[in-house]
């Protein structure tokens, strides 16, 4: 059966709270399947209440990914979602800012209106440092400025080859069973020797 007790949360703002909040809601323990209206007594809806607040027409921004690795001279790419909030229609104005120095940053679209999408892109990045950067995406309309932070790792060259440094090279006896042989460069790898030691048989009687 729903849940009669652990039904009610409250979360107290202070007098004269202003501007945009984010309210997460988390459903763990979920009896069953969670879908109003389908399923068994078990099921439980909620609801968000405000009180005393006044929700303004508005907007919304998101920029994804969060982290982008990129090797030069690729171009960084994010896409930045404009949302709707309350039937807004006012275009909002992006930028960014943070890009390495010797790169340009252009959207695809610019202003967008609400609900839309652009694209973001950093590129000339064969004139950029290594590095890791963080970006700031914002957008700007009559309710004022949101910003969203996306970062940037850029590498300029291509990594070594790893090296391989245990079971050493030809070593014998070495267990038949998966193991996890390690490699320089903080990389691992899964290698069945069984199958390894297969072909290595099969060559030689061949």
Known sequence: MADPANNYEAIFLPVGTDG??????????????????????????????????????????????????VCTPDDAVYDVAVGQVLGF?????????GNPAG??????????????SSTLTIGGTGSAAAGSYSIDVEGTSTPGA????????????????????????????????PNT?????EVAIMVN????????DQGATS
Do not use: H
């Open 103 to 116: 790169t340009t940053a252009t959207f695809s679209a610019n202003p967008v209106l609400p609900p839309g």
């Open 146 to 177: 949101k910003s969203k932070t996306v970062a940037l790792n850029l590498f300029t060259a291509v990594p070594a080859r790893p090296g391989l440094l245990t079971p050493a090279d030809s070593a014998v006896d070495v267990s038949f069973k």
């Open 89 to 97: 229609t006012d275009p909002v104005a992006l930028s960014a800012s």
């Open 20 to 69: 945009s909040i984010e309210i997460t809601i988390t459903g763990f323990n979920i009896a069953g399947d969670g879908v109003p209206n389908s399923g068994d007594g078990t099921d439980q809806d909620f609801a968000l209440v405000c009180y005393n607040c006044a929700q303004n027409p508005g907007f919304t921004l998101k920029a994804t990914p969060a982290s982008l690795d």
């Open 193 to 200: 020797f069984r199958d390894n030691q297969s072909e290595r």
């Open 181 to 185: 042989f390690q490699i320089s460069k």
